[in-house]
Each structure stands twice: as C-alpha cells, then as structure tokens.
C-alpha cells in the first residue's frame, strides 16, 4: 500500500493507493502538478508524508533522496540522454536483456540502435516510458506522457503500462490533459481545481449527473 | 635556432592542460550546478587571471612560493622549492590558465537541460555516476575546448612563467621567452622562425576550435 499526503506551494494530495492501482491528475495547466509531481519524487522540496509499502521516503525526520525512493520518471521533455542510443537508454538503470524486452513489449524494438535526435515525438516518449519502467519502480510517476502519441498508439500503450503494473505491482500516478486518458487508465482522479481525490467510477456517474 | 625552449613549452603545456583537464571538471561541476555563497565568492577569484596583468600574478605566486613566502616557508622545511624551476612554471600556468579550462566546461556543464540530470537520479544514478555518463559526454565539445585553449594559451606564456620561473636555459626559458630574448641579442632570423611556430599553433587551435564549434551545432 502507498499512502501520501503531501503539500507543495501550490497543491496538497492526500490518497492512499494499492498496488498497481493509479491516479491521474487532471487540472489546469500553471496550477502546480508538475510541481507536485516532482515532489513525490523530491526533485523539489515539500511538506509531508510518503509512505510506500512500509518503507517512509517523507515524514518529520525522513526525506529519502531521489536515488533512494524507487521511482521511474517520465518527464514532459522526455529526458533521454542524447549520448546514448535508444537500448543504453533504456538499459541505463536495468540491463541490455531487459531493456530489450521492455522495446518489444513497446513495440519500439527496430529503434533500439537510433539516437534520440534521429526519432519522433511519439516515439521518445515511448522509450521514455520504457526507461522509466525499466528500472521495476515501486512508483511510475508520468508528466503528461501520452501527449505526442497518435489514438491507437496511445491505447497501445496505455494498456502496455496497464498490464506491466499488474506484472510488476507498481503504484503509478500521472498527469493527463485528456480526460479520456484519465478515465481508460486510473482507479482514482486527482481533481485539482476542487482538492479532493475521487474514484473514477464516482467521477464518471458525477459527470453524466451534470 | 635552440630547440630546448620550445620541448620546455610543450612539455609545460601538455601537462597543465592534462591535469587542468581532471581539475577544471571537477571546479566546474561545484560552481556550475552548487548555490551557495562561497560560489559566488569562488567564482571571481578563479577568474581573475582573466584581467589580471600576468605580472601582478607572478608576483604573488612568488610571494607565496618563494623561499621567503608562507608556502614556500613550509616547503623548504621538505627541502623543496618551487619557483626558478619546472615546478614553479607548472603551477604559474595551472593558476594562470584555470580560468580558460573552467569558463568553457561551466559553460558546457550550465547548458545541459537540467531534466537530463534529473533523469539520472531518478533512474537511482549517484551525483558521480551521473557526472561521468551524463554530464561529461553531453559536454565534451566543451571540454575538449577547454583543452585546447588551455594549451595554446600555456605554450605562449610569457609575463608568469618569467616572473615565477626566470629565464634559465634548459629549465624554465619557454619558446616566448626565448623569442623575447632573440630580440634581446638582435637575431631576428630566430625570433622570427620561433615567432612563426608559435603563431602557427595559435592559428591551427583557433581553426580546430571552430571546427568543434560547428560539430557542436549539428
């Protein structure tokens, strides 16, 4: 079980997740969620608790350094380092065996020699997702990770991620503009606008309401 | 035309650049991604030969190296000296020459996204290993930059390697000493054919810098 309660400058969740469940953050943009993102990850600073499977990465007197908390990171830009090829990527913090499975399971295996100058937006962020998961996180968190993937590849991969949470048990929470993506893909939405956590099924029976 | 002055330059090069090579990565790391107050103080001090007459600077090193100076003091307790000889020349030019190792690696280092960096730590990388795999090679144009102006700047040195090493044939006279010493004597003939190498090093330095300019570019 993972349960956070957290407070950036701007933004305080507060949700309890079990494994391979996710939550999507659905918002504004400018209203902090990348912000609040990177403080799970304590790539900025943030009040709190952090609690994943037992072990605390935030309280009073614990702050684990981002190496310490076994988390993958999409980030918006992708983040792929442009020295090495699509496979030493994602290979960076796993191995070559497999990184390779993880670029068949994304379908990216004919990529696995190309540089990330020589390859299209969607398909940096899919590496991006690959490397991310690669390293078996207890958490994935994702800053808008669908963005640049056309309907059939985004679905694609949605369920891909679905199905290797399920595998691996990891705890995912990601940022999403659509709300399609939101709704196909997490167990609880993170409405910001309105501070409270809900259950996608709540969110879906409020939305047909209104 | 003595050949010794010109194997003292580029010895005295060669090694300044290779060990301004090691040092002025880890220099520019700390001032490069560190905040702190000491930064900020650290920054213009390892700049200052930049404006610095190159005298004023000899003169101070030997204040502090020479036999009378605080170090200098301590080292002959060890029966060491460190000026009038290699040794004084090779920490004049590191001195001298820091700031032309450090100015293009900061530069390099300050460009890199900072999400690159973060990518690293998150994928559970230390600060160290991120330096050596991330870092350095994403700035390597700038490093080898570095280097090369480390060591074309050296191998013309004249005002600090005059006032901390003297002009000792076979020890310390470098090849811009040695020009200024042809003039001395009036032999032009050697001072121009020394002059002319040493405008060629310049020259094919400046061309290769641009090279890995527009390498950089692609």
């Known amino acids: ?210 | 035309m003595d050949s010794e002055p010109f194997l003292i330059s580029f010895e005295l090069s060669t090694i300044t650049m290779l060990i301004l090579g090691i040092v002025g990565i880890g220099i520019s790391y700390f001032l490069a991604f560190k905040r702190s107050i000491i930064v900020d103080i650290l920054e213009p001090i390892i700049m200052s030969p930049l404006v610095l007459p190159p005298t004023v600077l000899g003169f101070y090193i030997l204040e502090i190296f020479g036999v009378s100076g605080s170090v200098g003091k301590f080292l002959n307790h060890f029966d060491l000296k460190l000026v009038f000889n290699f040794w004084g020349l090779l920490i004049g030019s590191i001195i001298y020459s820091l700031p032309f190792s450090v100015s293009p690696i900061i530069a390099g280092f300050r460009a890199i996204p900072k999400s690159l960096i973060e990518a690293s730590y998150t994928l559970g990388k230390s600060k160290f290993h991120t330096l050596l795999k991330v870092i350095i090679p994403n700035a390597k144009y700038s490093i080898i930059s570095a280097l090369v102006l480390v060591f074309s700047h050296t191998i013309g040195e004249f005002g600090v390697v005059l006032m901390v090493g003297g002009d000792i044939p076979g020890k310390t006279r470098t090849a811009s000493i040695a020009i200024f010493d042809y003039v001395q004597e009036l032999n032009y003939k050697d001072a121009n054919i020394s002059a002319l190498i040493l405008f060629s090093i310049a020259m094919i330095s400046l061309i290769f810098l641009q090279i890995l300019k527009r390498l950089q570019e692609r």
């Open chain 1, 1 to 210: 079980m993972m349960y956070i309660n957290i407070k950036t400058r701007l933004l305080n969740l507060k949700c309890t997740l079990n494994k391979s469940q996710m939550l999507g953050i659905l918002g504004p943009s400018g209203i902090g969620k990348t912000t609040l993102l990177r403080a799970i990850a304590n790539l900025e600073k943030a009040d709190g608790e952090i609690i994943v499977d037992n072990e605390v990465w935030l309280n009073d007197k614990i702050s684990l350094p981002v190496q310490n908390r076994s988390i993958g990171f999409v980030f918006q830009d992708f983040a792929l380092f442009p020295n090495m090829s699509v496979l030493e990527n994602i290979a960076y913090a796993s191995s070559k065996e497999k990184a390779t499975h993880l670029l068949e399971a994304f379908n990216i295996i004919h990529l696995k020699d190309k540089y990330p100058n020589k390859l299209s937006g969607g398909e940096r962020q899919r590496v991006a997702i690959a490397r991310a998961i690669a390293r078996e996180p207890k958490l994935l968190l994702m800053d808008e990770p669908f963005s640049a993937l056309d309907r059939s590849t985004k679905h694609f991969i949605q369920d891909k991620i679905k199905q290797l949470s399920q595998e691996q048990g990891f705890y995912t929470i990601f940022i999403a503009h659509d709300i399609g993506d939101i709704k196909r893909l997490s167990d609880f939405i993170f409405l910001v606008e309105d501070n409270k956590v809900i259950n996608t099924d709540e969110f879906e029976k409020e939305s047909i309401n209104i």
